[in-house]
């Protein structure tokens, strides 16, 4: 039978969630093709080739047990050619299945190679372009560098297949660089140490709450404090004093009399953690596993909008801060920056997309297939956020960020937005001119800055005023109910996850609506005043839920005992949300990145000095309710 490309590509897709993997794959296909194309071979059969040779390496890596004999039992089962299952089952040194084949060899050369073509592209801020084989050769003397490529099969597969080393490095970085985009090797200036496919998982990061405390007291001796105030309330101080009055008021206040915020905290204190003692606290475990991707801590960045109104770095130093830790970012629908631009600086690191449901399906498919593209792990529907919650500080201050052309890049840089922009619309965008007195004229600027546009052509076109325009018209629909999910069900693969849920029936109701997960939110007491703390909820909806599917918790987490408590109740992981603003505000990337090992490395120890050992065993039984 012919072999289609696409059909590879597709049957690797189903069983293949990784991005890392995917991407290994895809470079695998731009060696194998170009050495096809070379040596006039049938390039639909080695592209696929290239791309089936992992197939079964996420489900069964094991090489005992797993990878490749699974895959070869399916490719047989599917009938593709046994000299592409050959070779498959070749490119496994340890299965001992002999190389007879051009095609087999070409795999075992270009394998190894290519993943280690792409560590070398990836710690450089220009990526692959400039890539010498000379460099590749220096960094493959490194003993240290991408340890997890086998340095001596590199050599081997170039011998067996009889070629000149330097030729071949050359070949294959050619062929990569050719497709640098989709293989997310153009370089951004942000250098990512990752490692072949088997450990890209990023820096390390320090998610030991010993180590934190101990380079705080460290750098202490030398006279250093912490860049960001560890305390919550002086944290949210310091922030305040960063920002302007009306960033602050956006970020920090809530709906009504903020009654729900206060419940939120509350909540927490009603709580006690009741420590156990002489149980050993030596070796604490926090990974959790979440939709099939292993986690160091049981803690996610929460879909905060508007970022730049803390820090002009925004979502990129979010992102690089969430990556560096190697903790979630979500991205929110309101971001400051478009989600291609944070997944590119973020390289391998895991990332999920939030989806404020459009009034427009075009642009909701277009939002969701953006996200698939950019390696979101699952996409976040916030479901509390149909209308805008009643906020008076805001209101006091007659300040609503996206009118002033903030918050609303996913929609600027999307080409299903932007091209709305070329059509009259019928969905409510106003026709009429604010009246022009100095105010108005500043703050058509500044929205005129936000849209990429270059500034004058979109100050001259009306652009950013019609998109401002637009965005308020259909940003969210109000209609919404549960007879809409299924239609966006249909268009992903994705876990779906809602967030916003507090009541058990709702929970219920997701999971039959075939939702993968929940997120306990009730926005950071932002919408309704007097809405239940998400903590008081939290009980009830496990238990309808009864462990079907993770139930994840946000609104008023500000430490590491806050996220031991939900943990301990049944939640599968917690969301951080103002406290990792505040951070941004106070010092960009570097203050996120404390924030983080600040609430991880407080979860730590109070893991350990409440007796217990990891924090995917935690029990309500640890707690007591006062
Ligand atoms: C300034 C700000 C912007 C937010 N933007 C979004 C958003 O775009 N999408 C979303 O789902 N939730 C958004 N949220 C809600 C957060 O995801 C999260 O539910 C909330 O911050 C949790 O409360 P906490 O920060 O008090 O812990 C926002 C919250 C804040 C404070």
């Given at each position: 039978m012919g072999v289609s490309r696409d059909e590879a590509w597709r049957l690797f897709c189903e069983w293949t969630e990784s991005d890392s993997l995917r991407r290994h794959v895809l470079g695998v296909e731009a060696a194998m093709r170009a050495y096809a194309r070379e040596g006039g071979e049938d390039e639909e059969l080695w592209a696929a080739t290239g791309i089936l040779h992992d197939l079964d390496y996420e489900r069964y890596p094991d090489p005992d047990t797993g990878h490749p004999r699974l895959a070869v039992a399916e490719l047989e089962r599917r009938d593709y050619p046994p000299e592409l299952v050959d070779a498959v089952a070749g490119h496994?040194?340890?299965?001992?299945?002999?190389?007879?084949t051009p095609l087999a060899r070409t795999l075992f050369a270009v394998d190894e190679l290519s993943g280690f073509v792409a560590a070398c592209a990836r710690v450089?801020?220009?990526?692959?372009?400039?890539?010498t084989p000379k460099s590749v050769k220096k960094k493959l003397k490194?003993?240290?560098?991408?340890?997890?490529?086998d340095r001596e099969q590199v050599h081997r597969g170039a011998e067996e297949l009889g070629v000149d080393f330097d030729t071949h490095v050359a070949k294959v970085i050619a062929a990569m660089e050719e497709r640098a985009t989709e293989l997310d090797l153009?370089?951004?200036?942000?250098?990512w140490a990752g490692g072949g496919r088997h450990r890209a998982r990023g820096r390390a990061a320090a998610m030991n709450g010993r180590e934190r405390q101990s380079a705080v007291y460290t750098g202490g001796v030398s006279g250093r404090r912490p860049?960001?105030?560890?305390?919550p309330e002086r944290l949210a101080d310091a922030a305040r004093r960063a920002m302007s009055e009306q960033a602050y008021a956006y970020v920090a206040t809530g709906a009504g009399a903020e009654r729900t915020m206060a419940a939120n905290r509350d909540a927490f204190d009603r709580w006690r953690i009741v420590p156990r003692m002489l149980?050993?606290?030596s070796e604490r475990r926090l990974e959790t596993e979440l939709f099939g991707r292993t986690l160091p801590a049981p803690v996610l960045l929460a879909p905060i909008g508007v970022l730049e109104l803390a820090h002009p770095g925004a979502d990129l130093a979010a992102g690089r801060a969430a990556a560096a830790e190697g903790i979630p970012m979500i991205f929110s629908?309101?971001?400051?920056?478009?989600m291609e631009e944070v997944a590119a600086a973020m390289g391998e690191a895991p990332r999920w997309f939030q989806l404020?449901?459009?009034?427009s399906n075009d642009l909701l498919e277009s939002f969701v297939a953006r996200a698939e593209r950019c390696g979101c792990e699952a996409i976040v529907v916030t479901l509390d956020t149909t209308l805008l919650g009643w906020r008076p500080r805001d209101l006091d201050l007659a300040y609503l960020p996206f009118l002033r052309g903030k918050g609303i890049a996913q929609y600027t840089s999307d080409p299903v937005f932007r091209g709305m922009l070329d059509r009259p619309g019928?969905?409510?965008?106003?026709e009429r001119s604010p009246q022009i007195n100095l105010a108005a004229l500043r703050t058509l600027i500044a929205l005129t800055r936000a849209y990429p546009d270059r500034f004058l052509r979109a100050l001259r076109s009306g652009r950013a005023r019609a998109a401002v325009e637009r965005f308020v018209a259909i940003y969210?629909?109000?209609?919404?109910?549960?007879?809409?999910?299924p239609f966006l069900r249909e268009r992903t693969r994705l876990p779906i996850v809602l967030k916003g849920i507090l009541h058990p029936d709702d929970a219920r109701r997701a999971l039959d609506h075939g939702m993968d997960g929940i997120v306990v939110s009730n926005h950071g007491g932002r919408q309704?005043?007097?809405?239940?703390?998400t903590l008081d909820a939290l009980p009830e909806i496990l238990e309808a839920v009864d462990g079907r599917a993770p139930v994840l918790l946000d609104s008023g987490i500000r430490g590491g005992a806050d996220a031991f408590k939900a943990l301990a109740l049944g939640a599968s992981a917690v969301l951080l949300g103002r406290p990792y603003v505040y951070g941004l505000a106070v010092a960009g990337e570097a203050g996120v990145r404390e924030v983080i090992q600040n609430v991880v490395g407080e979860l730590d120890l109070t893991l350990g000095l409440a007796g217990g050992s990891a924090t995917a065993e935690l029990?309500?039984?640890?707690l007591t309710r006062v």
């Open positions: 496994a040194e340890y299965l001992g299945v002999p190389r007879t450089r801020p220009e990526g692959i372009h400039g890539l490194q003993a240290s560098f991408a340890a997890a490529v153009k370089g951004d200036g942000s250098a860049r960001v105030p560890v305390a149980r050993d606290a629908s309101q971001a400051s920056r478009p404020y449901w459009s009034t019928d969905d409510g965008g106003s969210s629909r109000p209609s919404l109910t549960w007879e809409d999910l309704v005043d007097g809405a239940i703390a029990e309500p039984g640890a």
